[in-house]
């Protein structure tokens, strides 16, 4: 489990994150969305490839995404649903999780308007 760093993402942060991404892409998928969230962890150093100096040798390990970040994708996610901003599915071949649309592009044009 990682510590909590000044830089680590809020659950405000991961909302702001998932609303941009559906503006962009109003169907896509719950592992797109996630991949968002992972790619901005990574890039601001808190995932990835990690090394640690111990004395004279360094360890090389991967730190992977914490379950508070996995647990505030998922509120964030439920949310939206809950919310009916998106639903399950994105077409006749897709009608189920882990695929998602916007199905209100009003509430997610306030949701975009509100977060800027």
């Known amino acids: 489990m990682r510590q909590h760093f000044e830089q680590d993402l809020s659950r405000e942060d991961i909302f702001r994150m998932i609303v941009k991404h559906l503006d962009v892409f109003p ?15 990574n890039q601001r150093g808190l995932i ?50 882990p695929w998602i649309s916007v199905s209100d592009k009003e509430k997610l044009e306030t949701l975009v308007n509100s977060q800027s």
């Open 27 to 41: 169907l896509t998928s719950l592992e797109a969305i996630r991949e968002v969230i992972r790619s901005s962890l």
């Open 48 to 97: 990835g490839g990690m090394t640690k100096q111990t004395g004279a040798a360094s360890i090389t390990y991967n730190r992977k995404i914490s379950d508070q970040d996995i647990q505030f994708i998922n509120d964030c996610i439920c949310d939206l649903l809950n919310s009916r901003v998106i639903q399950p599915g994105i077409n006749d071949d897709n009608l189920e999780l």
